[in-house]
């Protein structure tokens, strides 16, 4: 059975802080793996990671990937409140997009 | 804005009634899905659509039934639900089917009394 398995489920940091997020993959005709972010609403899209070892940035977010052992990270630096929301992994094994169950994050002031 | 609009954005409906919810995207993308969202599980896949085409049905009770006239809209009518069923319903496109990432709207929040 296809799963994906973020952890920790919360987090709670103060501004500033850096923070690490973990997603671990089992999947078949695995392709890439994708992290959203989610506060309200929508989950907006951040990465998408299909090659090994090739760190992604944006700003203070980056991930990278790692395919021997089936997981990625995200990782944010320099916290800020509005980086409080659910980050969700996923990957997309053939058809299906087979979504993590998220990490809570809150950034306090 | 993420150019996937859903509507109503927030439904309350008790078990014996009949609603659709609606979701239009203005991306110009082929594929459209819908996904379910409860509370402490992760986002369920419940139906995929390629060109208008249904491609996939994730095992979805038959009380939801997905309907997409064209590339851009998608509807999803519901009739005798469950109260397991109220959730974050959520609405996504890419621009083919298994593309890459998916764009999400801001979903229906529903509530079975």
């Known amino acids: 059975e296809d799963k994906v398995v973020q952890s920790p489920l919360s987090l709670v940091v103060h501004e500033g802080d850096t923070v690490t997020l973990n997603c671990s993959y089992e999947?078949?005709?695995?392709?890439?793996l994708l992290w959203y972010k989610q506060e309200k609403k929508a989950p907006t899209f951040l990465f998408m990671l299909?090659?090994?070892?090739i760190e992604k940035k944006s700003g203070r977010l980056s991930s990278i990937l790692d395919k021997k052992e089936l997981f990625s990270i995200l990782n944010i630096t320099a916290t800020q409140t509005g980086d409080s929301a659910v980050y969700l992994c996923a990957a997309p094994p053939g058809n299906m997009l087979t979504f993590g169950g998220g990490t809570r994050l809150m950034v306090k002031p | 804005e993420t150019g996937v609009t859903q509507t109503p954005r927030h439904l309350v409906m008790g078990m014996t009634n009949k609603k659709s919810l609606k979701c239009e995207q203005h991306l110009g993308h082929n594929a459209m899905y819908w996904y379910k969202q409860s509370a402490k599980k992760p986002l369920e896949l419940m139906f995929v659509y390629n060109f208008k085409e249904q491609t996939e049905n994730n095992s979805v009770p038959s009380r939801f039934s997905p309907e997409c006239p064209n590339s851009s809209h998608l509807f999803l009518h519901l009739h005798t639900l469950q109260p397991e069923d109220s959730a974050l319903y959520l609405c996504a496109s890419s621009q083919r089917h298994n593309d890459q990432p998916q764009h999400f709207g801001d979903g229906t929040r529903l509530s079975i009394l």
């Open positions: 999947v078949t005709n695995f392709r890439s």
């Open positions: 299909t090659s090994s070892g």
